[in-house]
């Protein structure tokens, strides 16, 4: 069965500092994997999609993040924190469309 | 052009009432989507149509929720004798073709059953 496993439910980090948010899948096949923020009383909205192309996938604001199949990973990077980067962070498996617990992230001055 | 909409906003009704969540998506969107997320997690997978069929309802609750998209674009969520425990966000997203692609969400109905 499809399910999705964020590692860690909040995440605190300076601003200019790196980010990493982890997410580890399990699927029957090769899925397709999202990453999606979701700021304070805002709708949700996508970061980067993994399809089975390139396993490094950039996306919005800086985001990437990489597909490790060995690994079942597909962790949410980002060189430099911005206060604004501040929100929950969703990794979602489109097999079944299942959801993370999610990350809240939280950027310190 | 336009985004996904919602409506109601918001929803108050009483334990045991009917009640009827719409939703508006992307014009030309061929997948439309159903989700609830309740407080502190993350949205909960309901139903997904393709067109006017649901492709997969496997994450309806129980029988007590039901969805529908007669023409293919506009779609409801009806719930019948609405619980406490139904209270959450209810959202709603669509995307061009299937699950695959890229989900555009809409602003969510927030129903709080009293």
């Known amino acids: 069965a499809q399910s999705v496993t964020q590692l860690d439910s909040h995440v605190s980090v300076s601003e200019g500092t790196p980010v990493l948010l982890r997410c580890n899948y399990s699927s029957s096949y090769s899925p397709s994997l999202f990453w999606y923020v979701q700021h304070p009383n805002k709708g949700l909205q996508l970061l980067l999609k993994y399809t089975s192309a390139a396993t490094l996938v950039k996306g919005i604001n800086g985001f990437e993040a990489e597909f490790k199949k060995s690994e079942t990973s597909f962790h949410l990077t980002k060189p430099s924190a911005h206060m604004s980067d501040a929100a929950e962070y969703f990794c979602?498996?489109?097999?079944?469309?299942?959801f993370g617990a999610g990350t809240r992230l939280t950027v310190k001055p | 052009g336009a985004g996904v909409s919602q409506t109601p906003s918001n929803k108050v009704t009483e334990k045991g009432k009917y009640v009827e969540l719409r939703c508006d998506p992307i014009s030309g969107h061929t997948a439309l989507y159903w989700y609830r997320q309740s407080l502190g997690q993350g949205p909960e997978f309901l139903i997904y149509f393709q067109g006017t069929g649901a492709a997969d309802d496997s994450g309806l609750p129980n029988d007590r929720f039901f969805a529908v998209r007669p023409e293919g674009s506009v779609s409801t969520l009806k719930i019948q004798r609405t619980e406490r425990g139904d209270s959450a966000v209810y959202l709603c997203?669509?995307?061009?073709?299937?699950?695959?692609?890229?989900?555009?969400f809409g602003p969510g109905t927030r129903l709080l059953v009293l």
């Open positions: 997203a669509s995307s061009l073709y299937g699950r695959a692609e890229t989900q555009y």
């Open positions: 979602v498996v489109s097999e079944g469309m299942r």
